[in-house]
């Protein structure tokens, strides 16, 4: 039985620093799955696809950012890197909520034909209005488990006053079943610095599962924003070292090919 072309997650996010001083915090939250085929089939009374509703989602605020077509935009760069992912593409990412969001980073799902992850796209936003993408081959990270993948790439963002851009990322996905797990570890270049874990339990996106979210969360937008700058200033009355910001990456794509396991 083919999945929900649109799913409604369910989850937390968790996020721990471990130096200089333990730092922690999870949150409850919800976003929302998209197969890029079927992305006019998304539309309902509650969601809507480059249209008003109290949830929705623009094309115009990923990929190239034209309002083009995000699965045609995909498909291109996946062949420009000779990467053979021509099953589903799926986006995963917050919704705008009454027309407001904020993503700091949304995953391109990209499957073969036999359903295996083999690609991601890692989209990230910082609160300067910067945004960088890394292209992430994903070898298995479970053999016979297809679906829990892992992959590293090199930091270009600039994401947070506190961390430097240096060092790495090691992305680790499970997809399928029950849950899914996103688990993201940053390591600067004296170890491991911060973990952070996004997981919950996919749904079809029905209306009903869309109104019971939005009465859920109503300021789900606008409640990302305020919590990033809330653990800022806890961070900075732990005195947790301060970095400025350096100038954007003069790429706006990266891509980083994982060693097979």
């Known amino acids: 039985m083919n999945p929900s072309p649109a799913q409604l997650v369910h989850g937390q996010v968790m996020h721990a620093r471990l130096r200089p001083v333990p ?36 094309r115009r605020d990923y990929g190239p950012r034209d309002g083009s077509s995000l699965e045609l935009w995909m498909r291109a760069l996946l062949r420009e890197h000779g990467i053979a992912a021509d099953g589903a593409i799926w986006l995963q990412t917050f919704p705008r909520v009454l027309g407001y969001a904020f993503n700091p980073v949304s995953f391109w799902h990209c499957h073969d ?3 295996r992850l083999c690609a991601v796209l890692a989209e990230v936003n910082n609160t300067f209005g910067e945004h960088h993408r890394y292209l992430l081959h994903v070898a298995a990270h479970v053999p016979g488990t297809p679906a829990s993948c892992s992959a590293r790439a090199v930091k270009q963002l600039h994401v947070s006053p506190f961390c430097q851009v240096q060092g790495h990322y090691r992305f680790r996905f499970r997809l399928g079943g ?83 396991r």
């Open 23 to 58: 730092h922690r915090f999870t949150y409850p939250l919800f976003y929302v799955r998209l197969d890029l085929a079927q992305l006019d089939m998304c539309n309902s009374r509650w969601f809507g696809v480059d249209r008003w509703r109290p949830l929705s989602l623009r």
């Open 113 to 115: 034909v036999t359903g």
């Open 178 to 260: 029950a849950s899914h797990c996103t688990t993201l570890d940053y390591h600067d270049n004296d170890g491991l610095l911060i973990r952070t874990a996004l997981s919950g339990r996919p749904m079809p996106m029905t209306d009903r599962a869309l109104r019971a979210a939005l009465l859920r969360y109503p300021l789900l937008g606008l409640g990302v924003v305020a919590r990033i700058h809330w653990q800022a200033l806890r961070l900075w009355l732990k005195r947790v070292p301060f970095f400025s910001k350096p100038p954007a990456p003069a790429l706006h794509t990266t891509v980083h090919q994982e060693t097979a």
